[in-house]
């Protein structure tokens, strides 16, 4: 019984400590919302879509990070997980998985463009 007990006050303790570590924040964003927020200050941007896409047409300053590239966890290890990073591609679908991925990859904020670059102009 003693050993019952005191397993479950660990099991307790372990889930407390792992509740309180900083959660990652992933949001998206209205088309007017994410313009005003890229256009206030110098952002980590980053395009999803494949390179024909993004040539085709871009944000200004975007990164392209091809989502289908056997990389693409190891791409963004150059930016700074610290700081917010903006995400979009062409309709959201893309973004939304990339986002759950810079989440598990340990990027605090992440902003995605609801309706993609198709919902941006």
């Known amino acids: 019984m ?7 006050v660990l099991v307790s303790f ?4 792992q ?13 007017t ?3 005003a927020a890229i256009a206030e ?6 395009d999803v879509r494949t390179p024909e ?3 085709a047409g871009h944000i200004e300053n975007a990164v392209n990070i091809d989502f289908f590239r056997e990389d ?3 791409a963004f290890t150059t930016l700074d997980k610290d700081e917010p990073i903006y995400i979009y591609c062409k309709s959201g679908n893309r973004s939304g998985k990339a986002a759950k991925i810079l989440t598990e990859l340990g990027f605090k904020e992440i902003y995605d463009l ?4 198709s919902n941006y102009n």
């Open 33 to 35: 919302e994410y313009k």
């Open 41 to 46: 200050k110098k952002v980590q941007l980053v």
């Open 53 to 55: 896409e993004f040539e």
């Open 72 to 74: 693409f966890k190891t």
């Open 14 to 17: 372990s889930c407390k400590e």
């Open 114 to 117: 609801e309706g993609g670059f």
């Open 19 to 31: 509740g309180s570590e900083a959660t990652a924040q992933s949001e998206v964003l209205t088309a």
């Open 2 to 8: 003693k050993k019952l007990i005191l397993l479950l």
